[in-house]
């Protein structure tokens, strides 16, 4: 049974394809690699995986109507999960709060925080946060 998938999530089995192709990636380079290079391979393997993804989708970032800049998603996979990479040491809140914005900014509900820096892949699911009233 693949412990990655959760059913009560929403897109668990997506979910699951991906971080299973980010494992495969891991297990081949380990760690230590940039981003970019770790982003190429995941390529490589979602779509031998046959997942449809786009890679490096531009999103203008806009404040009070006016763009303010530009900003780059590593991944958006089958137009519904938001995936971005990183290769640093561990996973800290700052790269939380990013992939949260993401998500916000794209208007999507879930995305994939992926970190192949650390001696074993990390991954956090990431949910657009819920407004209380």
Known sequence: MNTTIKEEYQ???LT????GCAMEVHKILGNG?????????LAIEMNCQGLEFSR?????????GEQIGIRRVDFFVEGK????????????DVHLAQAI????????DIGLLINF????LQFKRVM?????S
């Not at 914005?101 to 999507?108: D, F, M, R, T």
């Open 11 to 13: 897109y668990s089995e």
């Open 101 to 108: 914005n993401y998500l916000e900014a794209y208007g999507l």
């Open 33 to 41: 690699f940039q981003e970019v290079i770790y982003q190429r391979a």
């Open 81 to 92: 999960i938001m995936v971005e990479l990183k290769a640093v040491v561990q996973i800290e």
């Open 128 to 132: 657009k946060p819920r407004i209380k």
């Open 16 to 19: 699951g394809k991906i971080i």
């Open 56 to 64: 490096e989708h531009e999103m203008e970032i806009f404040y009070k």
């Open 117 to 120: 820096g650390n001696t074993s």
